[in-house]
């Protein structure tokens, strides 16, 4: 049966700190578990991994995406033995998100400059959302959409100041962080 016939809604869940700093887990390994998470009984199903740096795509019978990221969240830390926080998108918020340019005046693509998302919790306050964007430079640029950050870096990613531990202080909460040419992809491939 399709999906649509399951009634199922496609989800994709951006994972935190897979096969990075020692946290090496095989593709494989990792859409088998996301195939055993139950979610208000059913499984999760038509699991499907791109590319190996904790991005999953699949169907859920729940609406919930608090439940789904929980009992994902769950059940990977179970089995893996450390937490793995995960940030969960509709596929139709996806390609919403995979489509914005929030920075008026630059070209998307310009030599020098890489766009990334933040996956975020929650959407941050309007007190969080100013501080972050407050802190945009000449080389760093943040916008923040809903519970997404978009961060314009017209430097290498590694030279930024922001790189590391500091991005998580500026923004005060876990976040995972992927280029956008990794969320167009994602899009255009299973957002169709």
Known sequence: MSRREHGDERYVAFLKGINVGGHTVKMDRLRGLFAEVK???PRLESVESY??????????ASTDI????????SHLEAALGYAVPTFVRSLVSLARI???WPFP???????????????LPDAPNAADRERIEAASTATDSFKVDRSELYWLCRTRFSESPFFGPAFEKLLGTAATVRNSNTVRKIA???CT
């Open 105 to 119: 005046g630059t070209e998307a693509g310009s030599d020098g400059q890489s766009l990334y998302i933040a996956f």
């Open 66 to 73: 608090r439940r789904i990221e929980a009992a994902v969240a």
């Open 51 to 60: 590319i190996a740096s904790g991005n999953i795509i699949f169907s859920s």
């Open 188 to 190: 255009g491939r299973f």
């Open 39 to 41: 979610v208000d009984a």
């Open 98 to 100: 995979a489509s914005t």
